[in-house]
């Protein structure tokens, strides 16, 4: 008896769950032998080598059914892959994504009418319903042994399956589709035909995404040495004075990841720098305290024995998004200080701090959904950072806090990404009330964005300061915009994102650029007659942060709803 996957090998196939079940197998079918056919995907062979495959075969062998694997580490043409299709018995497909939308391999598998066992991701649900296939849950090596005995003890009923599937499949080759594709293209020529004038088609500024400067890094490396990233700059140059601070290197390591997680083409860079800012955050860390120290003079030594709560809910929240989004092995380091620095997090009193640890929280789970312990911390800082709403809001000032001063816009950010996540409207609905309320302050009477300045900031029941206008506000408000309009699916969301970001593009009261482009940087800041001519790491990151967030918007900025 043959079992088979085959395809492009990665961890998130999840051969080692029917690996787990063969001793099961074997033990009713001593002939039992699995087949996984494939070359590992070139992203992860360049991120981890061998190491899913290399598990894999360990696992066989501690299981003692080693015997009964075999592995083909290579890519194979259509008439050899015919051969291991029509020796196989039983296809299996145990991926791990639900949300996987396609399989070429388990289309092939269901077009030469085998015998399929599959974990009920979204195309598998699709393929192998109407009885065409067995799903079992995932991650189940029982259901997976399971699954095979039965259809091993029932010629009938594996027969029956074979022969569904390939009546399926045959709908799926190419003279089908290609006669389904004439039978629409004919109805089409039909129901146009009386349409004598040519529309035209292409996409007014209002329906696209706008132009976006490139993501430029040059600065950013200026002002990282060996050590980190630098605070402070006079002009476009650095400022050994001040040193270093863990608020911007965290920072940095959050954009880099994020800019990893896209694809980036500069990747050379981004690990080098992504290696350099963990260090950084990995030096502040001091595992006595478990908590983060901020400040470290250029000379290397720390200038206070623990930082801010502030800065250690940036840290968690750098970490947690190496974790969640990247790929690479400071991803092992990571999760190290991640799990370090957490349970302190549960004793702070800054909303800013739980809401940045949140947002962290946040990336974590996408990589490791279902950590209880992390996931208790969620609830618990949710629930505070929800408390102190409720208990300030009204309906004049629906917000956190007798005053609006620093980062705003993560407070709510933070509840609509976690209500959203948790399954709790209660903590969406204060989170979007409380966003849309920020967005009316921080607006001129002609549209444009203005946020709150620190020269005073705003209090309940006073005017709200002008400036000096910090460039952080664009990017934490393009990032709450983004994630309010992917929650609610409502554009409007996504118009205020690129007002926000525009800011930085002279969309201001002095219709000057923050972003330069001589040098990739980001000015500190609009007085009221001038720009700061100085380029800092908080504000080049806060640019640069907010350009990514920008460039992942894949769809139009459509009209908004009134």
């Given at each position: ?9 990665s961890?998130d ?10 001793p ?16 590992t ?12 495959r290399?598990?894999l ?6 299981l ?35 949300e ?41 090596a029982d ?38 594709y ?5 109805r ?5 035909a ?16 706008g ?7 040059r600065h950013l490396?200026?002002?990282?040495d ?13 400022r050994?004075?001040?040193?270093y ?36 955050v ?43 989004r ?50 208790d911390v ?33 407070l709510?950010?933070?509840l ?17 009330r ?7 302050v921080?607006r ?5 964005f ?41 554009a ?7 007002s ?17 482009p ?45």
């Open positions: 008896m043959v079992l088979l996957t085959f395809g492009l090998l961890p196939k999840g051969i080692e769950y029917v690996i787990d079940a063969l099961a197998i074997v033990a009713h079918c001593p002939s039992a032998v699995y087949i996984v056919l494939g070359a995907h070139p992203h992860v062979r360049d991120a981890q080598g061998e190491a899913y290399l598990m075969e360990a696992r066989a062998r501690q003692g059914v080693d015997e009964h694997v075999m592995f083909h580490d290579r890519f194979v043409e259509q008439d050899e892959l015919n051969e291991f299709l029509g020796a196989a018995d039983v296809y299996v497909t145990p991926y791990l994504n639900p996987q939308s396609t399989s070429g391999t388990l289309a092939y598998a269901v077009g030469s009418g085998r015998a399929v066992i599959s974990t009920p991701y979204v195309y598998a649900r699709e393929m192998l319903s109407d009885d065409r296939g067995v799903l079992v849950p995932y991650r189940d259901a997976i042994s399971i699954a095979v005995r039965d259809l091993l003890a029932d010629d009938e009923r594996r027969d029956a399956l074979r022969s569904r599937a390939a009546s399926h499949g045959r709908r799926m080759q190419w003279p089908a589709v290609a006669g389904l004439h039978q629409s293209f004919a089409a020529v039909r129901e146009h009386s349409d004598a004038r040519v529309t035209f088609q292409a996409a007014t500024l209002a329906r696209r995404v132009s976006l400067p490139p993501l430029d890094l490396r200026a002002l990282t060996d050590t980190g990233l630098l605070q402070h700059a006079t002009f476009c140059v650095p050994y004075s001040e040193g601070c863990l608020d911007d290197n965290a920072r940095a390591l959050l954009l880099m990841a994020r800019m990893a997680e896209a694809g980036a083409e500069n990747r050379d860079a981004v690990r080098t720098l992504s290696t350099r800012y963990l260090a950084f990995h030096a502040a860390f001091d595992p006595t305290q478990a908590r983060f120290r901020n400040f470290m003079t250029y000379g290397r030594a720390w200038a206070e024995p623990l930082g801010s709560e502030d800065s250690h809910g940036h840290a968690v929240q750098a970490l947690g998004t190496v974790i969640g990247g790929t690479g092995p400071d991803t092992a380091l990571a999760n190290e200080l991640f799990h370090a620095g957490l349970p302190a997090t549960t004793g702070f009193t800054s909303p800013r701090a739980w809401a940045t640890t949140l947002l962290g929280i946040d990336d974590y789970l996408h990589a490791y959904e279902g950590d209880r312990r992390v996931e969620r609830c618990l800082l949710a629930d505070r950072l929800h408390d102190v709403y409720a208990r300030t809001q009204s309906a004049e000032w629906p917000w956190f806090e007798a005053e609006l001063t620093y980062a705003n816009a993560q709510p950010h933070a609509i990404a976690s209500g959203a996540r948790m399954g709790r409207a209660d903590l969406v609905t204060a989170g979007l409380a966003l849309t309320w920020l967005i009316g921080q001129t009477p002609d549209g444009r203005a946020p709150i300045g620190t020269n005073g900031f705003a209090s309940r029941g006073g005017d709200a300061a002008r400036f000096d206008q910090q460039p952080i506000e664009a990017a934490t408000t393009v990032a709450a915009c983004l994630e309010a309009e992917r929650v609610s699916r409502d409007l969301w996504a118009t205020h994102a690129r926000a970001f525009d800011w930085f593009l002279g969309q201001n009261h002095l219709n000057r650029w923050l972003y330069d001589a040098t990739g940087g980001c000015r500190d800041g609009l007085h009221a007659e001038r720009a700061n001519e100085n380029q800092g790491a908080e504000s080049t990151l806060a640019f640069l942060l907010a350009l990514v967030d920008m460039r992942g918007v894949d769809r139009p900025v459509g009209r908004a709803r009134g």
